[in-house]
């Protein structure tokens, strides 16, 4: 469905919008030229001021399938041009402009005869594409197993938390980096190399890895699992910018 001749721009009404976590907003978009989009892909959306002033950024699409409405979550980076703009003040009724869909990295065709297990790995918002993934394979038919480690740093912060405990079949760990819930096991804390390998698809699995998040939490986990005998191959990675 991201096919090359299909990316353009369009325009799209935001229909719903509500926090999603504390500094987290989920839009809803119409877009009535939408062709539809593969699980894992992202966007442009471009913004422009009354001045003509414009910005662009990349988001991560939430929804996939043959739909015209577009679901995006959008994390707040304090300080950023964009995204607090997105997080607090586009309303409902006001439209944006949208290129897409675009990537072909994340992407993972469901006919894919590959049945090997799927390890998806997420820091924060990372966790949009990856969510995306895990959600379109509960309505295929496949052996694949699934597992989802979503590294965040506080209950508060966890995107998607209801569908993710709803998720039948893709095995979900949550690690909080900051403050845990009340019940946890786990002390608050960043991940390890250990905690990586503990809770995922071990290297003699042979598991295709999808990484994504801050550049630098992509950059080290990718490094721990070549560490821990992972084809270098098998992994493909997303990062979404900034340093933490
Ligand atoms: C393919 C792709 C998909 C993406 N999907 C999503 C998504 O689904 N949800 C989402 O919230 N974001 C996503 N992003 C990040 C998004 O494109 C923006 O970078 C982010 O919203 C910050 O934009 P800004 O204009 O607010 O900050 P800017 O004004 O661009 O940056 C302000 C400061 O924050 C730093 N920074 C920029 N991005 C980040 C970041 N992600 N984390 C930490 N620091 C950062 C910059 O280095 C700079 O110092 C994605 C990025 C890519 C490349």
Known sequence: ???????????????GRR???DSAVRLELDVPTWPGNDAGSHLDLRLTAPDGYQASRSYSLA???????????VHEVPDGEVSPFLVHQLAEGDEVEIQGPLGRYNIRNPADPDRSPVQLIAGGSGVVPLFSMASAREGV??????????????????????????????????????????RSVRPPGRLTRDGVAAVSFSASASPRTYICGPTAFVETIVEWLLELGHDPARIRTERFGGSN
């Open 141 to 182: 038919e496949e052996s694949a197993d699934f597992r989802l480690l979503y590294s965040v740093r506080t209950p508060r912060d966890v995107l998607f938390a209801d569908e993710l405990g709803a998720l039948s079949r893709t095995t979900v760990d949550i690690v909080h980096t900051r403050e845990s819930p009340p």
């Open 1 to 15: 469905m991201t096919n090359p001749t299909l990316v353009r721009w369009h325009v799209g009404r935001v229909i």
């Open 19 to 21: 926090y999603e976590a």
């Open 63 to 73: 929804s996939s399938g043959e739909s015209t409405r577009v679901v995006l979550v």
